[in-house]
C-alpha cells in the first residue's frame, strides 16, 4: 500500500510537471490559420518559437519518455516476489472451503460477511466469489458453486468497473463459461431462479458487452431454470456437529482445586475442570503465563514448517494438506522448564527424556481433521517410538484466544472445548493397561476469524512405569 502510494504520488508529480509545460506552451491565440500567421509574424515569437520546439521540446520527450519514478517500480516488484503463491492462493481456497463445510456456512452469509450469525463489516466482491466458483467446480461440489456464481452475479457493479476490467479483464469472461460448462446440466436440474432479466442486462452492460454467445447461453440457462432443490447438503459429521456446537450438554461435572497430585501443589493448587469423567478429559485453568508464552512462541517461529496432516501412505503422491505451522522447542528455556514443570505439577505423570515442546499456529481456515494420538501400526517403527514408547496422553495449552472457531473437538466423546489462552486440556490416548481408547478420537476446528496458537506435549508409555499402575481391566 505504502509502495503503491508512493507511485502515485511520483505520478502525480510528473503530471503537475506536465501540467505547467503545457501552460508554457499557451502564448498569444492561434485557434486558425490566420491567427497563427499573425503569431509567427512578430519576429520575437518566430524566434522564441523556433528556439523552442528546437531545445526545449525534445529535452520535453525525452522527460516524458523517461519511465516514472524507477525506484518507487523497482519497490513495488520486489515485493511482488513476496507475493503469495499459487499454493498460498490454494490453500486460502481450501481454508475458505473448510469453514462453509464444516460450519455449514451458506455463502451468501459469507459473502456478505456474516459468519456463523456475527456480522462483520467485510464483503467480498464479484471477482472473490467467481475464484471460488472454479475452485468448487474443482472439487465438483456444483451446489455450492452455483450459489457461489449467483451471488457473483448479484453484487454489485462497482462504478469503476470499466477501470478494473480494462486491468483485470471482465470478470464474466470466457474462461468462466468453460469452467462452468461441465455443470451446466446441473444448473438446469437443480438451479433456482433467482436473477431476472433487468439484472441479466446490468450483467451483459457492465461486461462491456464482451459477453460471447456461449455466456449468454449459460446465463439464460440460469434465468429459465426454477428447481428449488438448490444444494446437495451432505449430512453433518460428528466433527461438524461438535464445530457447530451442537453436542448435548454434559452436567454432573464439576470444578475444583487440585492440590494432591504433586507436593507443590499444596502450596499452589491449580484450578481444574472436568470436561468428561468417562473418557477423562480435563481443563487446567491459567497454567502459563503472558510472558512465557511469549517466549516460548519467539523461540520456536523462526523455525517453523508446514504442519501436515495424517502419515503419508505408501506410495503416496499427492501432497498432503497443511493444516498449520509449528515446530518443537527442543532447547532449555526457563520458559520452557517451566511449562514442562507445570505438566508434571497437572497429571502426576513424568517427562523423562521428553522436554520438547511443539508450538503450532494456525491461520485461514487451519483445522486438524479427527486423528487418534497414539501411536498406528505404520509408525512402530518411528526412532522416537522405539525409544520413549506410545503416547500415554496428551496436553494441549491454549497460548492465544480466537475469535470464532478453532475449537477441540472430541467426536466419539461428544466434547467440544473452546480455546482459551492459558488453558491446558489434558486427556489420555491408551486406557491405563495400554490398549488405545478409540474415545480419545480428537480434532481442531477451522479457525473462522483469529490466530490459533497453542503448545502440544505427548506423555510417553515408557517414562510412566512408576507413575502410571497397569490397571487389569
Ligand atoms: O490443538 C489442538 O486442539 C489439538 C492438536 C492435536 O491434536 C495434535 O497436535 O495432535
Ligand atoms: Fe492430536
Request: net charge positive; aromatic share 8%.
Amino acid at each position: 500500500m505504502q509502495a503503491v502510494n508512493k507511485y502515485a504520488s511520483a505520478l502525480q508529480h510528473k503530471i503537475d510537471e506536465i501540467q505547467i509545460y503545457i501552460q508554457s506552451l499557451k502564448r498569444g491565440r492561434h485557434d486558425n490559420f490566420q491567427e497563427g500567421v499573425r503569431f509567427v509574424s512578430n519576429s520575437l515569437n518566430a524566434f522564441a518559437l523556433i528556439r523552442r520546439l528546437h531545445q526545449d521540446w525534445p529535452a520535453w520527450h525525452t522527460y516524458m519518455k523517461r519511465s516514472v519514478e524507477k525506484d518507487e517500480v523497482q519497490v513495488i516488484e520486489d515485493l511482488l516476489k513476496k507475493a503469495p503463491t499459487v499454493a498460498d492462493m490454494n490453500e486460502a481456497l481450501l481454508g475458505m472451503h473448510r469453514i462453509e463445510k464444516t460450519y455449514g456456512l451458506e455463502p451468501k452469509d459469507i459473502a456478505n460477511g456474516r459468519l456463523q450469525g456475527k456480522q462483520y463489516d467485510i464483503q467480498l466482491f464479484t471477482r472473490d466469489c467467481l475464484t471460488l466458483v472454479k475452485h468448487k467446480i474443482k472439487k465438483e461440489d456444483y451446489g455450492s458453486a452455483i450459489q457461489w456464481f449467483r451471488i457473483a452475479l448479484q453484487k454489485k457493479h462497482n462504478p469503476h468497473e470499466n477501470i478494473y476490467n480494462e486491468i483485470l479483464g471482465a470478470p464474466f469472461n470466457d474462461s468462466i463459461v468453460s469452467t462452468l460448462e461441465p455443470m451446466s446440466s446441473f444448473i438446469v436440474n437443480k438451479g433456482n431462479k433467482t436473477i431476472n432479466a433487468s439484472q441479466l442486462e446490468q450483467i451483459l452492460k457492465s461486461n462491456n458487452n464482451t459477453c460471447t454467445a456461449d455466456l449468454q447461453r449459460l446465463l439464460q440457462k440460469l434465468m429459465i431454470s426454477n428447481n428449488t432443490q438448490d444444494l446437495d447438503e451432505t449430512a453433518p459429521t460428528p466433527y461438524d456437529r461438535g464445530c457447530r456446537g451442537l453436542f448435548p450438554p454434559r452436567t454432573k461435572l464439576s470444578c475444583r482445586y487440585n492440590y494432591t497430585t504433586t507436593p507443590f501443589l499444596r502450596i499452589a493448587p491449580l484450578k481444574m475442570e472436568e470436561i468428561s469423567v468417562d473418557p477423562y478429559i480435563v481443563i487446567y485453568h491459567n497454567i502459563v503465563s503472558d510472558k512465557d508464552i511469549d517466549d516460548m512462541h519467539k523461540a520456536a517461529v523462526p523455525k517453523f514448517f508446514n504442519g501436515l496432516a495424517g502419515i503419508p501412505k505408501k506410495n503416496q503422491t499427492e501432497p498432503r494438506e497443511i493444516v498449520s505451522r509449528c515446530s518443537w522447542v527442543t532447547n532449555p528455556l526457563p520458559s520452557r522448564e517451566r511449562v514442562n514443570r507445570r505438566f508434571i505439577d497437572m497429571t502426576g505423570l513424568d517427562i523423562k527424556g521428553n522436554a520438547e515442546i511443539q508450538v503450532s499456529n494456525y491461520g485461514l481456515g487451519g483445522h486438524f481433521k479427527p486423528h487418534f494420538d497414539y501411536i498406528s501400526d505404520d509408525q512402530k517403527e518411528q526412532p522416537d517410538i522405539i525409544e520413549l514408547g506410545d503416547r500415554v496422553a496428551t496436553i494441549n495449552v491454549y497460548t492465544s484466544d480466537v475469535e470464532q472457531g478453532g475449537a477441540t473437538v472430541f467426536p466419539n466423546a461428544e466434547v467440544t472445548i473452546l480455546p482459551q489462552k492459558g488453558n491446558a486440556l489434558f486427556w489420555f490416548n491408551l486406557e491405563s493397561d495400554g490398549t488405545p481408547d478409540p474415545r480419545s478420537l480428537h480434532s481442531v476446528c477451522p479457525v473462522i476469524v483469529g490466530s490459533r496458537w497453542t503448545f502440544t506435549k505427548w506423555l510417553r508409555e515408557k517414562a510412566q512405569v512408576f507413575t502410571r499402575p497397569c490397571v487389569r481391566r
